[in-house]
């Protein structure tokens, strides 16, 4: 069966559920029933000689995917897949998939030698939110990109111009192009940044900076922790948020060689090695059919 | 007497375990626990301190929620390797009269109590055959007066019929409770009697639905129910006003709590669970979002028991 068959909307759009992470939490316990649902109700004859498992037909759901309904499933894992993955095969990096700033959530960032997020909007988002957006962003992060569709790269020129931009075209053999660098900012906002740490990031931070940790109980050790972390000079405060987002890190075992479908996933579920060694093991299983 | 209705996690299991310590509830409590954890650890803990203290409850076999949902056999094969009349038999009935019956008979089980919705039809065979076996002694029906065929038949039986209400009312986020100050709760306690049930259950001042897990809250809420002049129970909710971010747990908790400490002392309640929260205020000391669960709860129940205690 290829990929190169028309799919009606509706249809396309029931596929892209099985890419959800309640979905995912389902196979995870075996339950594959989604997956059998979508089977017995538009695949019937999805068959091959080789191609069997669960593994295989979600791999060809994929494929219809990307090339007809490029969801924001599909252009975070192409974009993970096709750039990040190989910047972090050269760094020591760590990448977070929906990053809570304030009251925005960047779709990817990414921290290693730099803190960079990177922000996506397809066809079909709007730019209503994005000012508020890059308010949030630029409190804390290095560099900002926004990646966009080449169709729209005039509309988000206009933006900042420190904002980078990254234009997309899925169908394309480069999929994703560098259309302007961002400019580097070491401004760092100690009032947003105590509010991503955990507790003991923020105590670790005050207690590794100053040597020791003042007097605190646990009702003021927040408001005496962020006066003492926002008198730490910008550039330092920078590196020792980086090293502590470093720090949180899972375990993961993106590869944009195996499984490349699924790396998004990984990601946003926070799965180390383990998780994804038995999702894998389970989706290997022939189809019931 | 009260049956409140539990889920048997961590902080419920010792908030009744912690009553029982102090002798609080014996005699005009029986909780009714519904397990949500395949693992028995919890139980097992409670089970000891439970048995000492001469103090029953209920253990629901089929519960409706959580890693064991439904009608099988992991908690019937765990009540069997329990001493008898500390953990008592519960069933929730939702037309499997069958596996109610033979797992009565399979695991000879007496003193059986029947939850039920109160659409039940008691000229169905499949639930009156259940409701007249002698080794059901007790039906807690939820809002039973919606249904009086139902509340009718179970007073002809002349077993225990416990009223079940869910008093609670939940908001969608935590910080919608900061504009609510206080309100009725509950007046089952004076009526149950006269209106002719045995016991009355509720949730405590938790909400009947169960959530698996839980995220961290953007605000704290600490609710504490307490007597009126009137002896009826109204409910105070204190949240917490910084709740923008879920940043700074400890803060909220530190807001949430100046408030029903200074409302406490002022009105001058106390018991041991609210002599508890005096004391993390005190200390200022967070002590973690189950003990704050825990506290509410115990406040409620001690509440309720020292009402039905002194009558």
Known sequence: ?289 | MYYPLLRARQFELITIRELVAENAIQDVITPIFEPVKETHNNLDIAFGIFQQGAQSAYLILNPGYGEMAGDGTHYLDYLLTKEQGTYLPAFRYRSNGDYIRNAIQDYNLTGCLIICQNDVNPSNPDFSELAELEEVVAFNVEDPGRNRSLSSYLRDLNKLFIRLDDPFERQLRNSDFLPIAEHQFSEEHLYFQNEGYSGFSDYTVLPSEFIEGGSTPRAVVIHLTYLNEQNQIWIRHFTSDTNDSIANVQGKFAEAAAKAVNYCRANRLSNSALEELFDHFDEQHYPGLGTVKKICMKNHILIVAGYLRSR
Request: hydrophobic share 35%; charged share 25%.
């Open chain 1, 1 to 289: 069966m290829s990929s190169t068959r028309t799919f009606s909307p509706n249809q396309l759009r029931d596929y892209s559920s099985l890419f959800s992470r309640s979905a995912v939490k389902e196979w995870m316990k075996g339950n594959l029933s989604s997956i059998d649902f979508k089977i017995s109700r538009y695949d019937q004859n999805w068959y091959s000689k080789t191609k069997r498992t669960y593994i295989d037909y979600l791999k060809f759901i994929y494929s219809v995917l990307e090339n007809q309904y490029q969801n924001e499933y599909i252009l975070k894992n192409s974009f993970l897949n096709d750039w990040l993955i190989k910047e972090m095969g050269e760094s020591n990096s760590e990448l977070y998939s929906e990053f809570r700033i304030g009251n925005a959530i960047a779709d990817l960032v990414m921290f290693n030698g730099i803190s960079r997020a990177f922000e996506i909007k397809t066809e079909l988002d709007s730019d209503k939110r994005l000012n508020s957006q890059l308010d949030q962003y630029r409190k804390v992060f290095n560099e900002i990109f926004l990646i966009v569709p080449v169709s729209k790269i005039k509309e988000y020129e206009t933006y900042d111009s420190n904002v980078g931009i990254i234009c997309f075209d899925i169908l394309s053999s480069k999929k994703f192009q560098l259309v302007r660098p961002a400019t580097r900012s070491n401004h760092i906002d100690a009032e947003s940044i105590m509010h991503i740490f955990h507790t003991n990031e923020y105590k670790e931070i005050v207690t590794y900076y100053y040597g020791q940790l003042p007097e605190v109980t646990s009702f003021n050790q927040f408001e005496v922790c962020k006066g003492l972390i926002s008198e730490i000079p910008q550039n330092e405060l920078n590196q020792l948020f980086i090293n502590k987002m470093k720090s949180r890190a899972g375990n993961y075992d993106l590869s944009a060689r195996y499984y490349k479908e699924f790396n998004q996933l990984s990601l946003a579920l926070r799965m180390n090695m383990k998780n994804r060694k038995h999702l894998f093991s389970i989706l290997k299983a022939p189809l019931k059919v």
